[in-house]
């Protein structure tokens, strides 16, 4: 990590956190960068800074080039498309057939980005731990 790069707000992980250990069999850890939150071994939540060109992959993805708040995560089917081709404050990173960045800034939906992680979630947590997951019906 750079020497002078930015933390993640402390409020922010704490929203995220409360989002993503509610589904099942969830934890949370550092990551290399930032914090991530995970089902079994497979990521589908994670929070970092982007500041200037670090980390470079992620800096090029959302293409930054002043200090910005990413979450990633993974969406499949019509969700990852429609993502993949909103704009601003979606992104599409090069790693990863089903990822997607979020620059999360101060006119977040935070009951959206709640529906992403629970949908991200889904696509990697084993069918078990999928059936016991509450979902919105509209």
């Known amino acids: 990590m750079a020497a002078d790069a930015e933390e993640v707000p402390v409020e922010v992980v704490s929203r995220l956190r409360r989002l993503c250990l509610g589904l099942p069999e969830a934890y949370e850890e550092n990551a290399w960068v930032g914090t991530r939150w995970r089902v079994r071994k497979h990521t589908f939540a ?9 980390p470079p992959a ?3 993805a959302a293409s930054a080039e002043e200090p910005i708040l990413v979450l990633t995560f993974r969406a499949s089917g019509p969700e990852l498309e429609a993502l993949s081709a909103a704009g601003h404050p979606y992104f599409r990173p090069q790693w990863g057939p089903n990822v997607v960045g979020m620059v999360l800034d101060e006119d977040v939906d935070w009951d959206e980005v709640g529906e992403l992680l629970t949908e991200s979630y889904c696509v990697l947590a084993p069918k ?11």
């Open 46 to 54: 994670h929070v970092l800074m982007v500041d200037g060109d670090w």
């Open 58 to 60: 992620y800096a090029r």
């Open 128 to 138: 078990m731990l999928v059936e016991r997951v509450k979902r919105p019906t509209f």
